[in-house]
């Protein structure tokens, strides 16, 4: 038995929402993972949402426009929960925490590496700064005892 072809055509539709979801959703996971691996302040997280969600809404309208001539469908949003829901459920937990478990080792190691190296040069600078001070210090003495005199 033949399905007609607007039949497929719709079926090709939904397939394709619950698809941007997914990835929509796997999006917003790699604003999870850098949140977790740099945590910072609300107003940070505030601006990434927005620009996260300006460009949900441009991958939404280039997908109604492309797929469904730019007309609103319930079912397209119906796609995009159900490929959202799906993605969250099946993979998002495994994703995020595995992700941000193999981030955290890698910057751990990149920190001992960088830090074996820094440190040396550490040292060598808050000595010179301490001597630099202690003269700073005798220069200012100086001056102040010179100011005095006057």
């Keep these: 038995m033949a399905v007609s ?3 497929y055509q719709e079926l090709l ?6 698809l941007v979801g997914m990835g929509l959703f796997f999006l917003y996971d790699i604003l999870r993972i850098f949140r977790r691996i740099l945590p910072h302040g609300n107003i940070w997280i ?4 927005f620009l996260y969600w300006i460009i ?8 109604l426009y492309r797929e469904n001539d730019g007309m ?5 949003f119906g796609g995009l929960l159900v490929g959202m829901a799906c993605y969250y459920l099946l993979l998002s937990r495994l ?9 955290k080792k890698i910057l751990g190691i ?3 590496v960088l830090g074996f190296f820094v440190r040396p040069v550490w ?28």
């Design 123 to 150: 040292k060598t600078l808050k000595k010179v700064a301490a001597f630099c001070g202690k003269r700073l210090k005798k220069f200012v003495r100086a001056v102040k005892i010179g100011l005095c005199k006057l």
């Design 72 to 76: 609103v469908r319930g079912f397209a």
């Design 5 to 7: 072809t607007s039949i």
């Design 56 to 63: 949900f809404t441009g991958v939404v309208f280039v997908l």
């Design 95 to 103: 994703i995020v925490h595995c992700q941000v478990w193999i981030w």
């Design 110 to 112: 990149l920190g001992k």
């Design 13 to 18: 539709f939904l397939g394709s929402s619950v």
């Design 46 to 49: 505030g601006v990434e949402d």
